[in-house]
């Protein structure tokens, strides 16, 4: 079912995640384990989604998918609400918060903080002192992080 993709655009594609519907069936915890399972064996054996991206997708999927959609279906039903309404309540909202749960992460990677700092750590580990304190971040950037 997850392997239905929908292009979107430019490289972008939307599928059915499954993730409420697993936490149904499983309980949140080993839905959340299991749609993260999925997607590593979806990346190393049909190169879906790429290892580029598969932190992203176990955050969006997993966690958000199953983990807040189950959640919230648990929650729903605590409400008196049936299990149907509930089931695909939970299923709707946490696809849209899967989905938008991905431009916040993309707009913190897209401003160079991210790699600043990994070419920092990079920098760090491989002992290069010289470009240790050329990388480092700017006394601006340093106060806008701690401000």
Known sequence: MQML?????AGVSGHVIGGVFAAAVLGVPAAVLSVALVLVIQTLLFADGGLD?????????AVVGAGFGGLLREFLISKKLSDTASTFSAAAISTMAAGFSLPSKTAFSANGL???LRTST??????????QRQTLPSPQLRWQLNG
């Not at 993709?5 to 655009?9: A, E, K, L, M, Q």
């Open 5 to 9: 993709n929908v292009p979107i655009g």
């Open 53 to 61: 991206m598969l932190g992203l997708n176990v955050f969006n999927m």
């Open 114 to 116: 991210t790699a600043r």
């Open 122 to 131: 990079t920098q760090y580990l491989s002992g290069d002192k010289f470009a």
